[in-house]
């Protein structure tokens, strides 16, 4: 029996190359794929849907916003605590990379741009060595179960 | 008989300070009021979710999760159409106003902060007059149906 689908599919998702230049893969859940985005001065993650053809926030179809929201909260809880973060910053802007993609920041009061957003703030900093902070991500999240 | 409610429920809400000074109000959704915040610049609307004890976007209860996001939709969609805009900007911060709040923000291609944040673009200019943009977004939102 040959098999098409002819929607939405997660096997037609390829992620944006800006944003597997700037980032680390860390896994993926039942929608997102989790990256840490390359830049030591914040901890911060990034969820993409790895559905076709979304490009701002209200595109996610209902069926997918109850996970999307659920994946939202289990990488600010972890980046919260693994940050020991004073507040989650959370935004889908999307204005350089066109896929949907959102933003989950543990911010300090004094880290390197508070209180302004991160993006207010120049440049990056790469990781010397971004692997303790991708274990850690690991350890408290539920990634990969069904590959 | 006499009735408490003894969990949050929207007679507990009051709108932060800064957020009744920055912003003209819209109206009510079932979960959200809606403000305009007073920047010329960006056609800008601001959700505030009429619960208590909010901060981070990971707070909102599951129960209130698929209204916010239908919420988020209607006011992104209106804001698009109105402002004609190229991509709609969706963000939680909330590192100088604690009280939960969702920034919904209509970008073009030619405004003053593109491709950055708006947050970038230095501070708001005040609108001579909101009611004309006032009255379209009370024209393109359902708002206040049990009020």
Chains 1, 2 share one sequence.
Request: proline fraction near 7%.
């Amino acid at each position: 029996l040959y098999f098409r689908f002819e929607d939405d599919h997660p096997m037609d998702f390829t992620l944006h190359s800006r944003l597997a230049a700037d980032c680390f893969l860390i896994g993926d859940f039942a929608l997102c794929r989790v990256l840490l985005n390359n830049d030591a001065r914040f901890p911060w993650c990034i969820l993409v849907p790895r559905l076709a053809h979304l490009r701002d926030f209200h595109d996610v179809p209902a069926a997918n916003r109850a996970t999307l929201f659920d994946e939202i909260e289990w990488v600010s809880v972890a980046l919260q605590r693994i940050g020991r973060a004073d507040k989650m910053n959370v935004a889908a802007l999307g204005n350089m990379v066109p896929q949907l993609h959102i933003h989950i920041i543990a911010r300090r009061t004094n880290d390197a741009a508070w209180p302004a957003p991160v993006w207010s703030a120049g440049a990056g900093t790469p990781y010397d060595d971004p692997q303790p902070l991708i274990a850690q991500l690991k350890a408290h999240l539920d990634l990969d179960r069904s590959s």
